[in-house]
């Protein structure tokens, strides 16, 4: 049995290169496709969870409630699996932080969000944040599936209160595609595999 990780689908503010953090944005039409598909993926398994958890914010509920729209499973909010907060940085774009920041940017995001930004969360604090669900729902997923389903910078958090490994390499490879699922070995404790749709849209 097993913890499935998965980050929320595509909002617009993702497709564009902007910064969310707590900022409630829906998944847009790419999104819900991705929410659909892992469903699918998950039926196809057979995998049946025994309840699933997720961030308060719009974008992570509307993933799980598509996810499990062919289940009875129950959704429960959790208050400790919003993304971490941005301070300043909050709703600004990628490429204007690096035309004003720099290497001070690169080296944020490389080594894994670990200092925090004006005004923000360190990967630290979200580790401490969602450290005591984490562990709590891990050892109900020795018995039973569990799906979570929350943010990016959450959910690399996530593994790391799992793991305790907060390496930058660690970090960075605990990120994840809107469309990806990490399964993590409850049991065993460590990373099993990652599940993944990579639904692109048409285009024109």
């Known amino acids: 049995m097993a913890l499935f ?19 409630d944005v829906p998944i ?6 991705q929410a659909a598909l892992l469903r699918d993926l998950f039926a196809g398994q057979k995998l049946q969870f025994q309840s699933a958890h997720c961030s308060p914010l719009s974008r992570a509920r509307e993933t799980a409630s598509i996810m499990l729209s062919d289940s009875s499973t129950p959704l429960l909010i959790e208050q400790d699996l919003l993304e971490m907060d941005l301070g300043e940085w909050e709703g600004r774009y990628a490429e204007d932080l690096i035309a004003e920041f720099g290497d001070d940017y690169h080296s944020w995001r490389n080594d894994g969000y670990i200092k925090a930004v004006p005004g923000g969360e360190s990967m630290l604090d979200v580790i401490e944040r969602v450290k005591a669900t984490v562990h709590a729902l891990a050892e109900r997923a020795k018995d039973a599936d569990i799906l979570i389903v929350a943010h990016q ?20 490879w605990y990120r994840q595609s809107n469309d ?17 749709v990579k639904f692109e849209p048409d285009t024109p």
């Not at 990780?5 to 910064?19: L, P």
């Open 5 to 23: 990780i998965a980050r929320h689908g595509q909002t617009d503010w993702n497709a564009s290169g902007r910064y969310q953090a707590r900022t």
């Open 28 to 33: 847009n039409a790419t999104g819900q496709k």
């Open 153 to 172: 910078a959450t959910n690399m958090g996530i593994k790391a209160a799992l793991s305790g490994d907060t390496q930058p390499e660690t970090l960075r």
């Open 180 to 196: 990806e699922v990490d399964v993590w070995d409850s049991v065993e404790n460590r990373f099993l595999d990652r599940l993944s």
